[in-house]
């Protein structure tokens, strides 16, 4: 496996995470790298729609293939995915690159769906809190992801992963600290979700 962590500034990549099978299979090709007859009965799909799956992914980068071997006059690949974690770039979730727009969409929705939930544990809280709510979370995402990426890129890219993985949490955490909006944020949602926080 070439790398840790592997931003995807590209939107057309990012688009393929949307897709449940593709995330599965990115899932298993992390742990270990497996043939598409060995995903196929994993994921409890067809051959032929894994193939297909895994052409899309090669050719976005996100996999690769790692061995050639032919059994009885049939080429079997061998593939495993070419970081052991991926993110979209916060400038994808921010819309900002063009035909990112879909996935700035997707970010939006996935806040509104958490702070569905976190107004389910908190009572009292009103619809228009509710909406701030989704708001400061949608932002808190985009915030984290720009710090990670800055973080990744002076981080050493050789050595103990469990020791770069501390690197990167501690500089990740020093270029959020930097961020007057962060705080600002932190304040906010400990002041809408009070006792659901303790």
């Known amino acids: 496996m070439s790398n840790e962590v592997m931003v995807i500034r590209d939107p057309e990549v990012a688009k393929l995470l949307a897709d449940d099978t593709r995330r599965r299979i990115l899932s298993l090709l992390r742990l270990a790298e497996m043939t598409p007859q060995q995903l196929a009965k994993f994921l409890n799909k067809n051959v032929s729609s894994i193939m297909h799956h895994l052409t899309m992914l090669e050719q976005g980068g996100l996999v690769s293939v790692t061995r050639t071997e032919v059994r009885r006059n049939l080429v079997v690949k061998w593939y495993r995915a070419q970081a052991r974690r991926f993110i979209v770039s916060y400038e994808l979730a921010e819309g900002l690159v063009p035909g990112s727009e879909d996935y ?50 002076k981080s050493p890219k050789e050595g103990d992963p469990s020791i770069n993985d501390m690197v990167v949490k501690a500089l990740t955490a020093a270029n959020l600290y930097r961020k007057p909006e962060y705080f600002t944020i932190l304040k906010r949602l400990n002041e809408l979700l009070g006792e659901t926080i303790g």
């Open 104 to 153: 700035a969409l997707k970010i939006e929705e996935k806040a509104k769906g958490a702070a569905a939930i976190l107004a389910r544990m908190t009572p009292g809280l009103s619809e228009a809190q509710a909406i701030e709510l989704a708001e400061l979370i949608r932002k808190l995402h985009v915030l984290w992801i720009e710090a990670f990426e800055k973080a990744l890129s």
